[in-house]
Antibody, heavy 119, light 109 residues
Framework: EVQLVQSGAEVKKPGESLRISCKGS????????IIWLRQMPGKGLEWMGR????????NYSPSFRGHVTISADKSINTAYLQWTSLKASDTDIYYC????????????WGQGTAVTVSS | QSALTQPASVSGSPGQSITISCTGT?????????VSWYQQHPGKAPKVMIY???NRPSGVSNRFSGSKSGNTAALTISGLQPEDEADYYC?????????FGGGTKLTVL
């Protein structure tokens, strides 16, 4: 079964760092882009960026460039989304999703990781 | 404010058809045939229902169809069923990243 499994919910304080993960299984991880998206509870989705695990080439949305870091370790089929200094406004649900080569849509999604940043 | 404009809500009775619009610009919706639609039930991850404007992934009911005219894309659901009640999001590729609509809540009366 093709699936993306994300790390569990996190509760952090402003200024702390955080890395959440997304592990792929059931397919060739290096052959598909991994996308990261943000969703405020009860609100819409935002595309944050994507990474090609085969060479770690990354596209960032202009809205998120400089605020987060996307990375991947193809040896363990895992992609990451990282913050160095969290803000309260980073409180959201974060999804990873898969995008096939030459495809322009996301066909497999992770279950989401809830991040809460509060003092 | 989302880059693409969707109605906040639509509703219909079982068996009826509804259409959800998604309006952008010539730089996004109008410029590429890469509009996709996602269905999201409460507490669940989104699921792709339509890709590349009008293509259905395998396993998605043929009651779901997509179209585009100019800068506006549309998702039509025919023969509404109770399980169609969900949030629906459109998105499209533009200049090396993707933009989303604000989402539409579909209520099946």
């Amino acid at each position: 079964e093709v699936q993306l499994v994300q790390s569990g919910a996190e509760v952090k304080k402003p200024g702390e760092s955080l890395r959440i993960s997304c592990k792929g299984s059931g397919y060739s991880f290096s052959n598909y882009w991994i996308i990261w998206l943000r969703q405020m509870p009860g609100k819409g989705l935002e595309w944050m960026g994507r990474i090609d695990p085969s060479d770690s080439y990354i596209n960032y949305s202009p809205s998120f460039r400089g605020h987060v870091t996307i990375s991947a370790d193809k040896s363990i089929n895992t992609a990451y989304l990282q913050w160095t200094s969290l803000k309260a406004s980073d409180t959201d649900i974060y999804y990873c999703a898969r995008q096939g080569p030459g495809r322009y849509y996301m066909d497999v999604w992770g279950q989401g990781t809830a991040v809460t940043v509060s003092s | 404010q989302s880059a693409l404009t969707q109605p906040a809500s639509v509703s219909g009775s079982p068996g009826q058809s509804i259409t959800i619009s998604c309006t952008g610009t010539s730089s996004d919706v109008g410029g590429y045939n890469y509009v996709s639609w996602y269905q999201q039930h409460p507490g669940k991850a989104p699921k792709v229902m339509i890709y590349d404007v009008s293509n259905r992934p395998s396993g998605v009911s043929n009651r779901f169809s997509g179209s585009k005219s100019g800068n506006t894309a549309a998702l039509t659901i025919s023969g509404l069923q109770p399980e169609d009640e969900a949030d629906y999001y459109c998105t499209t590729y533009t200049s090396n990243f993707w933009v989303f609509g604000g989402g539409t809540k579909l209520t099946v009366l």
